[in-house]
């Protein structure tokens, strides 16, 4: 069965940094592209960014709206796909979700609210 | 910045036909795929490389697409079918992953 459990989310300050983990299990890790993709409360969908695999060189890409200030890391020695947030912005509050969009994995999302 | 374009809301009453249309100029080019989310609940994929179907997603479920647009349809739509469906597709580099908006489907 694949397994995608997202942690270390919660309440942090605007401005302030944040590192959200996902453990995955049940498929070869290694071999998938992978994704973090958030929803505001009450909004739609938001890629967010992609680590992809050792064949592609563990390249990354982000959107837009968080290029420069989140970075996306990967190891696969423990199928561990990781969201660094720095800097982070009221609007940056939303469920993010670990995801492989393509495979159609998705992890139940954690909550990160940005507020003073 | 790329954008996939969908309709923010389709109504239809049980056993009638859904279809809920993803627009995109890279869509001749790149694959739509199609999410289900219902309320509270991580998106489900219903169709993947534009037709194809997961295992486990019933047959009433089918996607097509053709030029700049690309097609989720619900055959006999069913009240559990009920939900946000979202499109997803890359750009034309294939580097930037877009999801469209959000179309929220009513069956009733």
Known sequence: ?116 | SYELTQPPSVSVSPGQTARITCSGDALPKKYAYWYQQKSGQAPVLVIYEDSKRPSGIPERFSGSASGTMATLTISGAQVEDEADYYCYSTDSSGNVVVFGGGTKLTVL
Not at chain 1, 3 to 22: A, D, F, H, I, M
Not at chain 1, 90 to 103: M, R
């Open chain 1, 1 to 116: 069965e694949v397994q995608l459990v997202e942690s270390g989310g919660g309440l942090v300050q605007p401005g302030g940094s944040l590192r959200l983990s996902c453990a995955a299990s049940g498929f070869t890790f290694s071999d998938h592209y992978m994704d973090w993709v958030r929803q505001a409360p009450g909004k739609g969908l938001e890629w967010v960014g992609r680590a992809r695999n050792k064949a592609n060189s563990y390249t990354t890409e982000y959107a837009a709206s968080v290029k420069g200030r989140f970075t996306i890391s990967r190891d696969d020695s423990k199928n561990s796909l990781y969201l660094q947030m720095n800097s982070l912005k009221t609007e940056d509050t939303a469920v993010y979700y670990c995801a492989s969009v393509a495979a159609g994995y998705w992890g139940q999302g954690i909550l990160v609210t940005v507020s003073s």
